[in-house]
């Protein structure tokens, strides 16, 4: 059964920052599975923010988040990590971890929600002002 785990989130203030942790059981983050990070602020639809297929290298980043945050994977204790930093009030919203194969491998450069197949749970992230 795939599982995935969500941590990380919490309140900052501007400038901030803070690492999500997606800890994921049921599949090695080094097969053939692509994994992201969406966001859903409040009245939102839920946004891709980032990206990683590790088994081929590939890295995906919005334009939002490019310079300031990076997505990592650590093979040994089967977690993705987003490290996000200098962050913005615009940054808040509920942040989910999500896993795919095929499709989500093959449009990891422009991630659609509807070709993840397993999510986590979210982690709510507050930038203040």
């Known amino acids: 059964e795939v599982q995935l785990q969500a941590s990380g989130g919490g309140l900052v203030q501007a400038d901030g920052s803070l690492r999500l942790s997606c800890a994921i059981s049921?599949?090695?983050?080094?097969?053939?599975?692509?994994i992201a990070w969406f966001r859903q602020a409040p009245g939102k639809g839920r946004e891709g923010v980032s990206g990683?297929?590790?088994?081929?290298?590939?890295?995906y980043y919005a334009d939002s988040v490019k310079g300031r945050f990076t997505i990592s994977g650590d093979v040994v204790k089967n977690t993705v990590y987003l490290q996000m930093n200098s962050l913005k009030p615009e940054d808040t919203g509920t942040y989910y971890c999500?896993?795919?194969?095929?499709?989500?491998?093959?449009?990891?450069?422009?991630?659609?929600?509807?070709?993840?197949?397993?999510w986590g749970q979210g982690t709510q992230v507050t930038v203040s002002s």
């Open positions: 049921g599949f090695r983050i080094d097969d053939d599975y692509a």
């Open positions: 999500a896993a795919g194969r095929y499709t989500a491998i093959a449009t990891l450069t422009y991630p659609s929600a509807v070709d993840y197949d397993w």
């Open positions: 990683i297929c590790i088994s081929d290298g590939r890295k």
